[in-house]
C-alpha cells in the first residue's frame, strides 16, 4: 500500500491502536452483530473465538487486520469483548495467525 504521502510517524502508526479506545468508541466499534455472532461461534475454543471478534472488530476501528502481534491491541478492547473474568486464559490460549486467516475468508 503506498504510504509515501504519510510522515514517517503515521505510516509507522498505521494499522495500528496509538491510543486506548474511549468508551463511545468502544461502543461504536466493538460491537458485534448477528452475523459476526454466527461467524465467530464457529471456533472451536473461547480464545478462538475472542480472536476473531478482536480481529472483526479491530477491522471496523483501525481499518485492517493486526498485524504480526495479534495481541497488539490494548487491554480495554479484550475486556470489552471477553470481560474481564476471561481475559488471561483466554489470552494465553490464543493461536496467532488463525483469526486473521478466517476473517480474510482463507
Known amino acids: 500500500m503506498p504510504?509515501?504521502?504519510?510522515?514517517?510517524?503515521?505510516?509507522?502508526?498505521?494499522g495500528?491502536?496509538?491510543?486506548?479506545?474511549?468508551?463511545?468508541?468502544?461502543?461504536?466499534?466493538f460491537f458485534l452483530d448477528e452475523d459476526d455472532r454466527d461467524l465467530i461461534s464457529l471456533r472451536r475454543t473461547d480464545a478462538h473465538r475472542l480472536g476473531m471478534a478482536v480481529q472483526i472488530c479491530t477491522v471496523c476501528c483501525i481499518g485492517r487486520l493486526l498485524g504480526e502481534d495479534p495481541l497488539a491491541v490494548p487491554w480495554e478492547v479484550v475486556e470489552c469483548l471477553?470481560?474481564?473474568?476471561?481475559?488471561?486464559?483466554?489470552?494465553?490460549e490464543a493461536a496467532p495467525g488463525?483469526?486473521?486467516d478466517a476473517v480474510r475468508g482463507s
Open 3 to 14: 504510504v509515501g504521502f504519510l510522515t514517517d510517524e503515521q505510516a509507522e502508526a498505521y
Open 98 to 100: 488463525a483469526a486473521q
Open 16 to 29: 495500528t491502536f496509538t491510543e486506548v479506545p474511549t468508551r463511545p468508541e468502544l461502543e461504536r466499534f
Open 82 to 92: 471477553a470481560g474481564p473474568r476471561h481475559r488471561r486464559r483466554l489470552v494465553r
